[in-house]
């Protein structure tokens, strides 16, 4: 399992501290390694087996988005699953692929809950998406 979390700069920080949480939760179900993403993956993909393995974790990028780049990453290093953490602002990866992946969405009332529209609507992606949490509108 491939862990992905969005490191772009549309991902405020309140939405960034609740995928943060997403992620950690993550570990009590499974072991899978995670890379952070922004219009590229930023490599090496970490081995998450442990809780020690979140310590000093902190935000370490900004930039655009990029999903293609999450599949081509994972279809390199023969990962069989992807999970992305993600506000949804970018268009769905444009490739096929074998992997099966899942987008785990949290956003504002904006940009993001467009794109959540955008990819059930045009892409019929709505099983690849679940929505964890929508910032409260300021």
Sequence with gaps: ILVAIDESGSVSDKCYETLVQ????????????MVRFTEEVHK???????KKDFYGFTRKYNGGTNFQAVVDF?????????????????????????IQRVFV??????????????????????KEIVIIAEEANK
Aim: contains cysteine; aromatic residues 16%.
């Design 22 to 33: 997403t992620l950690f939760s993550l570990k009590s179900v499974a072991d899978f390694f």
């Design 44 to 50: 090496p993909a970490k081995a998450i087996k442990d």
């Design 74 to 98: 994972a279809e390199d290093e023969k990962y069989d699953f992807i999970i992305m953490l993600t506000d949804l602002c970018d268009y769905p990866p444009h490739k096929n692929s074998r």
């Design 105 to 126: 969405a949290s956003f504002g009332s904006g940009s993001g809950q467009r794109w959540a529209q955008f990819y059930i609507e045009k892409f019929k992606a709505a």
